[in-house]
């Protein structure tokens, strides 16, 4: 007679069974921490830590260990998320409509960059090359995890400047901080071999890559929202219901900028708001919103279980006091000082520039490129960067987690919205799209 129990059970087992709690946990917390001041990736972080410490693993998940698993990872999840930022502007384009953008990207990111560079070199004591990497990692506010301070999905009406700016923000700021990550593998190299590269990166890091980036993202984009809004046939796509044609944009998109050398994290968000321009009022929009939030909600928990793991396996291990002082600076002084400087002038209420300035979190994306920088440059051993770099974005995590939902809610009195009917709206709405 078979036992009742196979014990030990085989890792593939193990492995159905940890994806089938990760899905459900995806459809269940949200709504369970809807009125709590606690947010999602908190959560994560805490079972990925308990899991990390009590539960049998093959491999420590330290991302120094693994870094084109990080790189690669990080992207997909960070192209889900931008895609999906891209789908719920109801904003129309336009340099007076999306003035906020244009300040959180321009004076803000710059002085950002600037101010964690001269942290690197002048604290932490980084060789210049890595000092600017750590600069444009940190800089970028995370498409993934300021999902919460986000617009809402596509017609729901919270399109105020805080969540409008920190949406745009996080699906633009590839454009700026991307040149700076390779400006530092550029150094890098040119101090390994003194070679020229101050025109090289100027003409292809700067000019073709972001300008080409943007034109395939828009003409991918068009093309798509053309045949899924617009074909002349009784076979629309917008009427299967099928939501997975915006992964299909994301990762066309993606590819096509890869092969031509340019910033695909930029195409994938102007290809998605192409896509919401063809048709800004199908409900289609919604459906394919909601089914790349869901993609984009499993990849997210998944790293953060990663994540707690590691925290709780020697991740923190290398932090000395000047890394600690560093997070600090990041997160309490450069990057709201920055934003508030990038905001002067900015016609919003004060209440308002502050929480711009406050809720630049940072997360998955910074791990992109920081992983993106060390692969491509010989720097050795950099268990301290990513400790530093793990140490912002846990902070970040808590801070502006434990923080989120009371400031949103706030700001929706502000603007004559009840908090409470806006959730249970979009609780409905998610459950049936219209």
């Excluded at 790189?71 to 999840?77: S, Y």
């Excluded at 995890?145 to 949406?167: H, I, K």
């Excluded at 301290?384 to 989120?404: K, M, Q």
């Amino acid at each position: 007679m078979p036992p009742l129990f196979v014990w030990p059970p085989e890792p593939y087992i193990l492995a159905l069974l940890g994806v089938g709690l990760l899905i459900a946990l995806v459809a269940w917390l949200p709504l369970a921490l809807r009125n709590l001041p606690l947010s999602l990736p908190i959560v994560c972080i805490a079972i990925g830590a308990l899991l990390g410490r009590y539960a049998p693993t093959p491999v420590v998940p330290l991302p120094g260990e693994y870094p084109r698993f990080v790189e690669h990872f990080t992207e997909f999840v960070v192209l889900v998320a931008l895609v999906g930022a891209g789908l719920k502007i109801d904003r129309i384009f336009g340099w007076k409509r999306w003035a906020v953008t244009w300040r959180l990207l321009g004076p803000t990111m710059l002085l950002t960059i600037a101010s964690v560079t001269a942290i690197g070199v002048g604290l932490l004591g980084l060789p210049l090359p890595l000092a600017l990497l750590l600069g444009g990692a940190m800089a970028p506010t995370d498409p993934v995890l300021a999902a919460e301070v986000q617009v809402g999905p596509p017609t729901s009406g919270e399109d105020d400047e805080v969540r409008f700016g920190l949406t745009s923000e996080a699906g633009l700021n590839d454009g700026l901080a991307f040149p700076f990550v390779h400006l530092a593998i550029a150094l890098a190299a040119a101090a390994a071999s003194g070679g020229p590269w101050v025109t090289e990166w100027v003409l292809h890091s700067v000019i073709w890559e972001t300008a080409a980036g943007i034109a395939i993202g828009w003409i991918i984009g068009w093309l798509f929202g053309w045949i899924t809004f617009h074909i002349p046939a009784d076979s629309k796509l917008a009427q299967t219901g099928d939501g997975v044609i915006a992964i299909s944009a994301t990762l066309i998109v993606y590819a096509l900028c890869e092969l031509a050398g340019c910033y695909g994290f930029l195409g994938v968000f102007v290809a998605a708001l192409a896509i919401r321009h063809a048709h800004r009022s199908h409900a289609f929009q919604r459906e394919m919103h909601d089914f790349t939030e869901q993609i984009e909600r499993i990849a997210m928990m998944a790293g953060l279980l990663l994540f707690g793991g590691a925290l709780v396996n020697g991740l923190l291990s290398p932090l000395g006091w000047r890394e600690v002082l560093a997070a600090i600076l990041i997160l309490f002084a450069v990057r709201p000082i920055a934003a508030m400087i990038g905001l002067l002038g900015f016609k919003a209420h004060r209440s308002e520039k502050l929480m711009l300035a406050f809720f630049g979190i940072r997360g998955v994306g910074s791990f992109y490129y920081l992983a993106y920088g060390l692969n491509h440059m010989k720097a050795g051993d950099q268990s301290g960067l990513w400790a530093l770099l793990s140490l912002v974005v846990l902070i970040s995590i808590l801070l502006h987690g434990l923080t989120v939902t009371p400031a949103m809610r706030s700001l929706d009195r502000r603007h004559g919205r009840d908090p409470a009917a806006d959730d249970g709206a979009h609780d409905g709405a998610s459950r049936h799209p219209s």
